[in-house]
């Protein structure tokens, strides 16, 4: 072999070089390229589906209607009517009356009864005080009333007339032990007067409101007790009245007819 030849052979086109660089960069990037786009893509996961009982276009109508079946039951079924009455709080009044005045009729759905209104038909009684109604499930009425009690009575020609602590004439009777004669011009809830004296024997301890047997007012200023033995306490107006039955109690026990707390700081004794 010429050494042109061997020569030839040892060296290597420099453009065939590049050309086959080329070619094999291009075969791995045509590679590359074909791996990523044949890549399978992941499954979306299924989403879990709610019990039935659990979704609202189910549930919503199904609720309704349970709803509507029992106020239905409730309104028209004889299951849930009226079968007895009880009443509770009544002493003094006729419990015939009050049932007579409820009007409620046995066998009427406890739903359907009015019990606002019955409240009020009891409540006009003139002992009564208030008067609440309930609807006791499943078939009973429930009447409970508040009693007015007597704390002053009032004489007119036709008896005494007994008011409650309120200042409300609310019968005429035998008045109860205890129970002072009050004195004022125009006795009544209305009259400021009377209000005055009720507010203070409201404030006595019951040690000396035992004592009292007539309250006088002739105006919200001037409220005097007389007691039981005769002896007369001038109380002056209600302010400060917690103040002055403290001090009245010590001052009875000095002698005297006469006792004025209208300033409880400068108790006098005559």
């Not at 453009?15 to 791996?35: D, I, L, N, Q």
């Not at 015939?96 to 005045?101: F, K, M, N, S, T």
């Amino acid at each position: 072999m010429s050494p042109d030849a061997r020569s030839h052979r040892g060296r290597r086109d420099p453009g065939a070089r590049r050309a086959t660089t080329t070619r094999r960069r291009s075969t791995r990037t045509e590679s590359r390229y074909s791996t990523r786009a044949t890549a399978p893509a992941a499954a979306p996961e299924p989403t879990p589906k709610a019990p039935w009982f659990k979704r609202p276009a189910i549930m919503l109508p199904f609720a309704t209607v349970v709803v509507v079946g029992l106020f239905l039951t409730a309104w028209l079924s004889p299951v849930l009517s009226v079968r007895g009455t009880e009443v509770r709080g009544a002493t003094t009044v006729d419990e015939a009356h009050i049932l007579e005045l409820l009007a409620i009729p046995a066998g009427q759905p406890l739903m359907r009864v009015d019990t606002g209104l019955a409240a009020a038909r009891v409540a006009a009684i003139p002992k009564v005080a208030s008067a609440r109604v309930q609807r006791m499930y499943p078939s009973t009425i429930r009447v409970t009333v508040t009693e007015r009690v007597p704390v002053v009575f009032i004489d007119s020609p036709e008896g005494a007339h007994l008011l409650d602590e309120t200042g409300v004439d609310f019968e005429i009777g035998v008045p109860p032990p205890g129970v002072p004669r009050l004195v004022t011009a125009t006795p009544g809830w209305n009259d400021p007067s009377t209000l005055a004296a009720l507010n203070v024997l409201a404030a006595l301890p019951p040690e000396l409101r035992f004592q009292v047997g007539e309250v006088a007012a002739r105006s919200i200023s001037d409220v005097s007790l007389t007691l039981v033995d005769g002896r007369v306490v001038n109380w002056g107006g209600v302010e400060k009245s917690d103040r002055k039955a403290a001090v009245t109690l010590p001052l009875l026990t000095q002698p005297g007819q006469t006792y004025d707390v209208s300033s409880p700081d400068l108790p006098t004794v005559r």
